[in-house]
């Protein structure tokens, strides 16, 4: 008897265990299938990709089709000018270029950014001979489909697939982490000190990262506020100054580099001093983000 109410009390406490340790589980879901049909050398837009803030493309196709196709993808920009222009179709820089395939897993990703793109499918059978250049259809075409009969057409079966939730949908999500920008700027150089800040870290660990680029060499640091004026009132002892900086580059041009913050350290500031004359007008870009929850915060 006190054997089986133990078994029992396990029992309940491993179930317990189990139900505590699920988590949403995510997967590629299918969507509805559409069918394309092809004429020999056409070429067809099929589906467009629109940015989302910070979250990368993620794009996956299952395509079947009768006759042999390349498929790749391109920036909607581009694609857009080539259906106005088909002389620039041979000029299409291609993503995740495949060819002479006629059933396909396709996948593509990006990073993060604000380009929108198309995935372009081009028929690769010949032209018939009495057409002086190839049709082009889909997105951003005069005509969203181009029916063709018979044994010409090549007929394209194309299904989606978009990232999602497949089980355990009814719980909270886990916060997302992402890259944040707090600073963007395209400046013109001159022999001055430049500052931005301050940023104040809300907690120990937290990351700066900074981008720059420039034609004249720079010292780029981490400091604070307290040692930018120093800086200020101080050029001539920047490197004295600069040597209480725990993360800090010399003779930068074009770098990327991350800096760890400490919480009671208080507001720092990024600081770029040109290292030598400035006897050009020329001009510098700066990136600074940091990595913070984007989605699914908990406060």
């Known amino acids: 008897m006190r054997y089986t109410h133990w078994l029992t009390v396990f029992a309940l406490l491993i179930g317990l265990g189990s139900a505590h340790a699920q988590q949403k589980q995510y997967g ?23 940015p989302h803030g910070w979250e990368g493309l993620r794009i996956r196709l ?39 395939v006629t059933h396909l897993n396709f996948s593509c990703d990006f990073y993060s950014s604000m380009t929108s793109r198309v995935v372009v499918v081009r028929d690769l059978r010949h032209m018939e001979h009495h057409m002086d250049r190839p049709i082009v259809a889909g997105v951003g075409a005069p005509m969203a489909r181009m029916a063709f009969e018979g044994y010409v057409a090549n007929e394209l ?29 395209k400046f013109e150089i001159t022999s001055s000190l430049k500052s931005y800040g301050p940023f104040t870290p809300e907690k120990d660990n937290d990351t700066l990262r900074i981008y720059v680029k420039t034609p004249f060499p720079m010292t780029v640091a981490v400091v ?9 009132e101080n050029r001539d002892r920047a490197t004295d100054i600069l040597s209480r900086s725990s993360c800090k580059q010399y003779g930068v041009q074009k770098t990327s580099f991350d800096c760890t913050l ?20 020329k001009k510098a870009e700066i990136e600074i983000s940091t990595e913070k929850c984007v989605a699914n915060c908990v406060q």
């Open 224 to 232: 604070s506020s307290s040692m930018v004026d120093e800086l200020y």
């Open 28 to 50: 590629w879901i299918s969507e509805d299938s559409d069918t394309f049909r092809m004429a020999p050398g056409a070429y067809n837009g099929i589906a467009v990709y629109n």
């Open 157 to 185: 079966n194309v299904t989606p697939f978009h990232w999602g939730c497949t089980e355990y949908c009814d719980l909270p999500d886990p916060p997302r982490f992402g890259w944040v920008d707090l600073r963007r700027e």
């Open 62 to 100: 299952d395509i079947t089709a009768r006759d042999p196709i390349m498929i790749g993808v391109v920036p909607l920009d581009d694609w857009n000018k080539a259906v106005e222009h088909r002389e620039l179709l041979d000029q299409l820089h291609y993503a995740c270029l495949t060819e002479g």
């Open 262 to 281: 400490q919480k009671d350290a208080g507001p720092q500031q990024v600081i770029l001093l040109p290292e030598g004359n400035i006897n050009k007008k």
